[in-house]
């Protein structure tokens, strides 16, 4: 029985940071609140990056400052080191979020850390937000499996969320970064997560380059996680699958969930604009299923 269910948008982070086109501040100002117009109360709105490791992110001041305060909405900025939280704290997020990376390998080519400097970093990181008042989440990156190392040990993910939960983070989240896993697998992970860092809530990241996407988020959802990440559209395809689909897309789950009978708090005819004019700022379609589809059940027509 799944009682409820907080979708976070990635779309202006995770969504946009792959993508070559170059999304100008205006626009992703106006994709945050076309977001937030069809409900979406918690958002990851940029990283604070390099600009020239991660050049879309270069703006990512000017869009917090062009959207300014949101009552009632959550405005994370993901983070990669104390530079970044610097950067976000200045500008004014409410929210961090810092990332420990479960495979040696990825961490030093993604962020330059290993697995347990990348916790280290992370935990300075959430202290760093608590005394300024905020707080932080945290995410273990290629918790389901590693593009160099291939499969992960669950008890390596589990060891490394334990020391993380001691900094006090609002919650801690699995990421499938490179979409390679399955919902057996996201049930056992989900399910041990809860129990080593209860009462701290679980949120899951997913992307769809393997077409499991949309049954992992359902996974995680039975299996106790009180949060998923999506991304309007789909966007967010991986660097490693180039041409592959990206993060499990807003509107499939809130589809999803809501024809399940579990509310999201998200209006699906507003999604699907918002995706519709997404489409239209990227030049090309987007891979995310519910957008090309006719409304289910049919319209009324006035
Ligand atoms: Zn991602």
Known sequence: ??????????????????????????????????????????????SFVNPRKVPQ?????????????TE????????????GAERALAVGVDQLGAVAVASDTFGVRNQGQDTWQSVAEAKAIIAMAQAAGRVAQV???????????GEIDPARV???????????????????TIGVAVPAQVTALVTALR?????LPVRVHFHDTRGTGVANAWAAAEAGAATVDASLGGLGGC?????????????????LFAR???DTGLDLAELIDASHWLAGVMGKALPASLAKAVPFPPQARP
């Open 139 to 149: 995410t273990i990156a290629a918790a389901f499996g590693c593009p160099f190392e």
């Open 158 to 176: 589990i060891d490394m969320a334990r020391e993380l939960a001691k900094a006090g983070p609002c919650e801690v989240a699995l990421a499938d």
């Open 239 to 255: 660097p490693f699958a180039p041409g592959a689909a990206g993060n499990v897309a807003t509107e499939d789950v809130a589809y």
């Open 72 to 83: 009632g909405v959550t405005r994370i900025g993901l983070v990669l080191n104390l530079r």
């Open 1 to 46: 029985m799944i009682s409820g269910i907080e979708i976070v948008e990635v779309g202006p982070r995770d969504g946009l940071q792959n993508e070559a086109l170059l999304v100008s501040t205006a626009d992703k100002v106006e994709l945050i609140r076309r977001s937030l117009a069809a409900g979406t109360r918690r958002i990851e709105i940029a």
């Open 195 to 199: 129990e080593a860092i209860a009462p």
């Open 260 to 262: 399940s009978g579990i």
């Open 57 to 69: 992110m270069a703006n990512a001041e000017a869009v917090v400052e062009m959207l300014g305060r």
